[in-house]
């Protein structure tokens, strides 16, 4: 289990030289990290030793993964203190720490959330990637030798008033990274992430650097993932429960499948379609209805395409109608990388007494997803309406996130928007 971080300290390699270059960049950027904690320390009020950030002492070679440590510190960290330096930029490994905090900000739909963005000039690059602009802040409470020049070039001069500037940083920044901490960045899986195939934050510069044709680069524009979420709403209707008898209870079901109400608490009878609209709202996505008919398999391979994240909210009981399930089944042969399902369990006293029954036709329609998926694809057991929602909003930020960071950018077409293909 990772501490409670408030800040993960991102920085280039190349700015520590090897033992035996001659360079003061390493023993200074030792000194700023230290100095950061202890004035963060004095400023929240903490222990003198306790930790309060995290940084890598080793360097990652090509081609190796992430240590437990350094995946936990990145998806769970308060915030991210980035040292900009061309070495920075360039560095593919920074680029994909960055690209995990610039994720967990793209699923805080705040305006406050690129407060958890905190870079600090180091050597003054000779320009910034523009994916980062929106994270610059006005330094006019800052030295001004520090714009200027940056923080290396005033903690390498001895003149007493550069310390001075120092000193006068580290509290203001301190008080930055503090703020940042309050922003409440949503954690993520490590396990969601596969950080070999990352694509950094800066690779579009990169590919500009090496002299990458201009197709090539545009395929390497950042994808700032998706912004609409579908719904398939596996309910019956009250005419087609009451028709073909599947239950007695009628009460929960509407004259439309989305508007199924399998919950009511203290008298508010939402349906899953409000509930699964607040949800996206929550995540900054539009919510949109997907039919459940013969069009449904062809419209999950489209959303696949499109890198659109797919809910689908399931009725145990409606499984007895034939045409759901089989619908149900093509869909668990898929195992689609974009789609994952909730099956909702009502409280009513007749579905208790069938709970076994109903159990061995889920066993049955979705046999692929229970032996082949994990929980974050297919979840079972939702029992009540907070339950449904912590589902919901969970299920999305889990596929938002895999859209974004298990895609493969594919050629882009004149004119289109380019998007990893899943």
Same mark, same amino acid.
């Given at each position: 289990?990772?501490?409670?971080?408030?800040?993960?300290?991102?920085?280039?390699?190349?700015?520590?030289?090897?033992?035996?270059?001659?360079?003061?960049?390493?023993?200074?950027?030792?000194?700023?990290?230290?100095?950061?904690?202890?004035?963060?320390?004095?400023?929240?009020?903490?222990?003198?030793?306790?930790?309060?950030?995290?940084?890598?002492?080793?360097?990652?070679?090509?081609?190796?993964?992430?240590?437990?440590?350094?995946?936990?510190?990145?998806?769970?960290?308060?915030?991210?203190?980035?040292?900009?330096?061309?070495?920075?930029?360039?560095?593919?490994?920074?680029?994909?720490?960055?690209?995990?905090?610039?994720?967990?900000?793209?699923?805080? $739909?705040?305006?406050?959330?690129?407060?958890?963005?905190?870079?600090?000039?180091?050597?003054?690059?000779?320009?910034?990637p523009k994916v980062l602009?929106?994270?610059?802040?006005?330094?006019?409470?800052?030295?001004?030798?520090?714009?200027?020049?940056?923080?290396?070039?005033?903690?390498?001069?001895?003149?007493?008033?550069?310390?001075?500037?120092?000193?006068?940083?580290? @509290?203001?920044?301190?008080?930055?990274?503090?703020?940042?901490?309050?922003?409440?960045?949503?954690?993520?899986?490590?396990?969601?992430?596969?950080?070999?195939?990352?694509?950094?934050?800066?690779?579009?510069?990169?590919?500009?650097?090496?002299?990458? $044709?201009?197709?090539?680069?545009?395929?390497?524009?950042?994808?700032?993932?998706? $912004?609409?979420?579908?719904?398939?709403?596996?309910?019956?209707?009250?005419?087609?429960?009451?028709?073909?008898?599947?239950?007695?209870?009628?009460?929960?079901?509407?004259?439309?499948?989305?508007?199924?109400?399998?919950?009511?608490?203290?008298?508010?009878?939402?349906?899953?379609?409000?509930?699964?609209?607040?949800?996206?709202?929550?995540?900054?996505?539009?919510?949109?209805?997907?039919?459940?008919?013969?069009?449904?398999?062809r419209e999950l391979r489209?959303?696949?395409?499109?890198?659109?994240?797919?809910?689908?909210?399931?009725?145990?009981?409606?499984?007895?109608?034939?045409?759901?399930?089989?619908?149900?089944?093509?869909?668990?042969?898929?195992?689609?990388?974009?789609?994952?399902?909730?099956?909702?369990?009502?409280?009513?006293?007749?579905?208790?007494?069938?709970?076994? @029954?109903?159990?061995?036709?889920?066993? @049955?329609?979705?046999?692929?997803?229970?032996?082949?998926?994990?929980?974050?694809?297919?979840?079972?057991?939702?029992?009540?309406?907070?339950?449904?929602?912590?589902?919901?909003?969970?299920?999305?930020?889990?596929?938002?996130?895999?859209?974004?960071?298990?895609?493969?950018?594919?050629?882009?077409?004149?004119?289109?928007n380019p998007v990893p293909?899943?």
């Amino acid at each position: 289990m990772v501490p409670d971080h408030y800040f993960f300290f991102s920085y280039a390699h190349a700015d520590v030289p090897s033992v035996g270059m001659q360079s003061d960049a390493s023993p200074l950027l030792e000194r700023f990290y230290n100095d950061l904690s202890l004035a963060l320390r004095q400023q929240i009020g903490l222990e003198v030793g306790r930790e309060v950030g995290w940084r890598d002492e080793k360097k990652i070679q090509t081609g190796h993964d992430w240590s437990v440590s350094l995946k936990l510190a990145l998806c769970e960290a308060k915030s991210i203190v980035c040292i900009y330096s061309e070495a920075y930029f360039h560095s593919p490994w920074c680029g994909k720490e960055m690209q995990v905090f610039l994720t967990r900000h793209g699923l805080l $739909s705040t305006n406050d959330a690129r407060r958890a963005i905190v870079p600090v000039i180091w050597r003054k690059p000779n320009q910034i990637p523009k994916v980062l602009e929106p994270f610059l802040e006005a330094d006019a409470e800052m030295p001004q030798s520090y714009r200027e020049l940056g923080l290396l070039a005033i903690m390498q001069d001895e003149d007493p008033r550069r310390h001075a500037d120092y000193v006068r940083f580290v @509290e203001t920044f301190a008080r930055r990274v503090r703020s940042a901490a309050d922003v409440c960045l949503p954690p993520v899986a490590p396990r969601d992430l596969n950080f070999i195939t990352l694509l950094g934050a800066f690779a579009v510069e990169a590919v500009n650097m090496i002299g990458g $044709s201009a197709d090539v680069q545009h395929s390497f524009q950042a994808y700032e993932g998706p $912004s609409v979420a579908r719904f398939v709403y596996v309910a019956a209707t009250r005419p087609e429960m009451s028709t073909l008898g599947i239950r007695e209870t009628l009460d929960p079901y509407g004259p439309e499948r989305y508007q199924w109400i399998p919950y009511v608490v203290d008298g508010d009878r939402e349906h899953v379609g409000m509930l699964a609209q607040k949800a996206a709202s929550s995540k900054g996505l539009l919510h949109e209805r997907m039919d459940i008919g013969p069009s449904l398999d062809r419209e999950l391979r489209r959303a696949k395409e499109n890198n659109t994240p797919v809910v689908l909210v399931i009725d145990a009981w409606s499984l007895r109608i034939e045409d759901l399930m089989r619908y149900m089944k093509e869909y668990d042969e898929r195992l689609l990388p974009n789609c994952a399902a909730l099956v909702v369990w009502d409280q009513h006293e007749e579905t208790l007494v069938h709970r076994e @029954e109903l159990e061995e036709i889920l066993s @049955e329609t979705f046999n692929g997803n229970i032996t082949s998926r994990g929980e974050r694809f297919f979840r079972p057991q939702v029992t009540s309406k907070a339950h449904l929602t912590q589902e919901l909003s969970d299920t999305l930020q889990h596929l938002k996130f895999t859209i974004i960071n298990r895609g493969r950018p594919r050629r882009a077409v004149q004119g289109a928007n380019p998007v990893p293909t899943l």
